[in-house]
């Protein structure tokens, strides 16, 4: 598995913007370039769901819900802008990653690796 650490989380109020980052480590045979990456939220007794998936190619997916308003990238880290947030996108975001299988919204939560995660809340 992947060691994942995330940052950026906080309160903010609807309308505003934070930055989550995520840092992946190297593990033997493979490098950051490889793994498909991606964003989960899970609020309380509520199973995970995809937010935003990243494949080793650069091909982003989002979830219907953050389409236009979310961005997930990838330098040295995985990082997720999220703009013009509401309170019903506060949830435990949660990084993770694979290093095979497919890349899309619809498997993220099958990801195994993941962070342990950074709280996002959005008040009204």
């Known amino acids: 598995q992947v060691p994942l650490v995330e940052s950026g989380g906080g309160s903010v109020q609807a309308g505003g913007s934070l930055r989550l980052s995520c840092l992946a480590s190297?593990?033997?045979?493979?490098?950051?370039?490889?793994?498909?990456m991606g964003w989960l939220r899970q609020a309380p007794g509520k199973e995970p769901e995809g937010v935003a998936t990243?494949?080793?190619?650069g091909t982003t997916h989002y979830a219907d819900s953050v389409q236009g308003r979310f961005t997930i990238s990838k330098d040295n880290t995985l990082n997720l802008q999220m703009n013009n947030l509401k309170p019903e996108d506060t949830s435990m975001y949660i990084c993770?990653?694979?290093?095979?299988?497919?890349?899309?919204?619809?498997?993220?939560?099958?990801?195994?690796?993941r962070g342990r995660g950074t709280q996002v809340t959005v008040s009204s």
């Open positions: 993770a990653a694979r290093l095979t299988g497919l890349c899309t919204i619809q498997y993220s939560t099958k990801f195994r690796s």
């Open positions: 190297d593990i033997p045979g493979y490098t950051f370039s490889d793994y498909c």
């Open positions: 990243i494949d080793r190619d």
